[in-house]
């Protein structure tokens, strides 16, 4: 038996799509105990089989967290949420991994550009540390703040940094990053938008260069703004997203010399899966996981390469992630609760 | 060529679902013109391609009415709306076809009773005709307020008060309705319950013996409240009503005389189509149509009959129906733009 | 640490729907490993991504059952497969837990008037135990072959045998089940019936009194086939099961005494879960879990009753009881992988 | 009241989904008649309502063609299909609009190239004309042979074509298609890729640059193989083809100046619709229409667009697009049966 001591852990934000997966992936970790945040008023009657087991409810302050003694909060919260929160909560000493925006994009002029209001706690964009764990574990481990990345930017910077970082990519040429996600990236609050009537046989691009998970992506794979051309788009489904990013590259000989670029990378990470060239991941290859799972179609002779990126957007684009980063911070083994 | 003179009619509530519906078949119907009556402030922007002709959109008030000289108003608006707005339009000399549940339960007390609040214009009550043309065609004719039936009560009166008039149902087994309906008859406003998450992948009962639809089943087809167990579900897909109806017969000596009871009734009728015994619609027969489909598998034996009733219900539950009706309130075919 | 000793297990249809989510909850099982039995000709060329671990396969045969040294084999295959490949699967010291009708109908000559085909090995009804363990858990401890259920009469007999064994089911009055599955219970070999255009978005009654599943109800029930009334209906949606069940009861005076009827059978049981009267469950509750929930809406006065009942047609209603059967046959914990 | 004499057309395959489509909007077209003309033994029976009225049918040879006096034929077939039955239809004197590939791609060796089986009707490419109304207008209207576009070129051309020719596309950059459609694209024939457990809530790419609608932009546009990259993905939905492409322009100074381009070409065309700049159609608002919606998102800083085109693909995708070339090859108005 392996001796790692239990931690507490809050989940504020609960009822959201992402919070209550992130309470679903924490019932199953043998090490952690899981109180439930509420932040608002407006508590939601509990529905259910008679006799379920759920966790414990406490309000979302500094003394509930010190009186509970939580080692670490997940903040599942609109960004500006999180921005209230995230100071009294470090300040109680808990770790903080947040699943917002609030925290990722390095600096308050940054964040003021694509969220488009003030961020008032700006102080803390110097501990923060991007949460992609295949990049930036060993800052992960020691931070105390956490910012989760965005579903999208997940999907595409795994895909792309490999290749932009071993100079594979012709950037002049540009990148094209086509996303595909479902309905629960959108968030649990009802919407005419994601409506049933309004989805279900239904397929629409809603996002462009203007959307805010783009400076993610260009702050972790090293483009530049013009290099980097986005489409969001929503899928009738449930859960998962998919990205086709088209690229040129330079100086790849063949479809075997660009898989290696990818197996140099992840050799040994447990959530990334390689395809063989020519072949593709779909949604249903990685819905409920935490896998993100890469393929790619390339013609050596035009140096046109279609990477096909796929992953839960609950699971290794939120919930699945946050875990891995709490697993990190907590001294954990990293797959615990998500293999 | 017919030579019918045009008129003019508004649709209160044309950017719900019901009322949607009864715009874009208006638009097909050649003697008519459609007016857009806006009730709420809370106006929607117009979005769709460059160029498209849209409909002349005024005020819901009782002097637009009159300065547009409609000749009839379709009110898809909830039971409370159309309490308010029926008396000044019939005031202003349109007729009235009201989709909601306002005036089809016959009294001020039923209605109370079922909808839970006050009824504030139970005068109306008396020339208030229910808008099920295959039962009360002439009435409907010559009324100047007709209550639209509601979508699950006019599949079941179809299916039930044939057999139920000619005395083949056994009443003391009693009948039961189970019903399921698709998103939109829940409407366009946006909730938990309607949201694309909650419902893809997933079924429910949510409505029993309290649902506000029973009163119009048994006040038509001549059940009594015990006689009748209805359930309502809800299917992941947008639009049609499939119910499957048990009972049993007395004295039927086989499925053909069973049919026969069917044909009998509906010999001439536009809209009702009936099955060989022993098949039976499914939804995708109906949909798109003002058609309401019956078949049934029936076991002479043990006089055990399961009948299988379809419709859409945004057509001939809803927006298809009530143009059936004002057809009939305007003196134009029958079938005039829904066939 | 528990210590039971590993056992080996194949599976028999792991290409199947029911098949794969055997593989699926044995790879978590801690004390089973799982051999993949290829039976036809016909294998498909496995896809997915580079490096991942899959099951041992070698052929269905009793040789290599005996070297592989099978504790136990799962046919999740059609019914006439099912009997040819039992007897050589036990003569070879295997225990057998077949997912297919072929031997839950207790004689050859009920399962040929319902399969419509002779049975070849009618010696095996003599041991063949139904594998419903909630009401057979000592047989199926020392079975050799298990019956394991079908989808359909899971539910059904779940929610029915202890109102009919505590004797308050009017049984005069006769019992509806208006079933509604997911399109997984079709299995996976294509057709027309099973395409996605052809589902999605539609709903269909497809089986009436004729179903094969209805004498399952009836034998394990206690129900006469004049008192039970079924129709089975397609669900646009992946997996799951809801059954709403009418009947009338007899001497029940409250619904909190309808309650407790089924709190005295299912008191202790791991994968029953009961809710508060008027509270009923969806689907969601239950798919991906080995769980089947019971609901109900009762009337006092009427003594009428709707009973709803879910459950996820592949484990609980397939491969999950499957695993639970196994669990008791080779006296592991019966909620080992399951929970 | 219009005067055109009433002529007489069949079609082959009207049980697939293109075939369907092209009945039901033959049925609702004044001027003409429909034959369906039966091609293979396996006949399905026919279902639903009793006393529905069917279009005749006869078998699909020379000599039915001619007993019928048939004017035209529709050909909703397999391209090895369609080119066995061309000729002697078009010997029997009825003129061909063929849905297949058999003859959309100019000569035979481009055919064996991407359909990779020999063309054993060479001769008809002389006169075969590409069936896309807003480019080939006059064409079509003289030809006996239409070969009807693929779906996806259909979109990929109408909003790239213009472009083009206008001579705005940097074509050193290249162009990206990333093409989704719905699940009948892929026809009605079953098959585990279109499985509906296989497909909901699933999403997949399938199709890169060696798709076979890949020349038919090539020859249509003016671009080269290597110039153009595509994807083709499958939604999960049942119909309608969205398509985003992303191009660089050269000398476009605002939107404004590149919504001019497509409204000089199209500026009379009944079935184009587009979008204000930064508007972009989805797929409801082309479902069930024969129109192609095109909206765009462009940055003149960088020149980048993002162009996004809308049809549902069995109509302006299929069998609309038909019947708009045979209204042409008749001599009937072109939107007749499609607005």
Redesign the interface.
Known sequence: ?NNYSTCSVGVVGFRG?SGAELVRILSRHPYVETVLLEHRADSEPR??????KIPKEVPATAEAIQAEKLDLVFLATPAEVSIDLAPPILAAGAKVVDLSGAFRLGDAETYSRWYRERHTAPALFDEAVYGLPEFYRDRIRSARLVANPGCYPTAANLALRPLVSAQVVDRT??I?C?A?S???GAG?K???K????????????YG??DHRHVPEVLQNSGLGE?EF?F?A?L??????I?E?I?L?TQGVKSAVDLLSVYEDHYADEPFI????PG???????V??TN?C?IGF?F?SE?Q?A?V?VAEDNLVKGAAGQAVQNMNLMLGFPETEALL
Chains 1, 2, 3, 4 share one sequence.
């Open positions: 038996m799509y529905t259910g089989p008679l006799g379920r040429r540009g094209i086509d595909k479902g309905v629960s649990r009802p919407s005419l994601t409506s049933f009537c309004e989805v279900t046989e239904n397929f629409s691009a462009f260069n013009r051309t489409t788009h899928l009738p489904l449930h859960r998962g998919l086709s088209y040129r899966r390689l395809y063989a072949k593709v991941p779909d949604l249903r290859a819905q409920g896998f799972d179609q013609d035009s046109r279609t096909v």
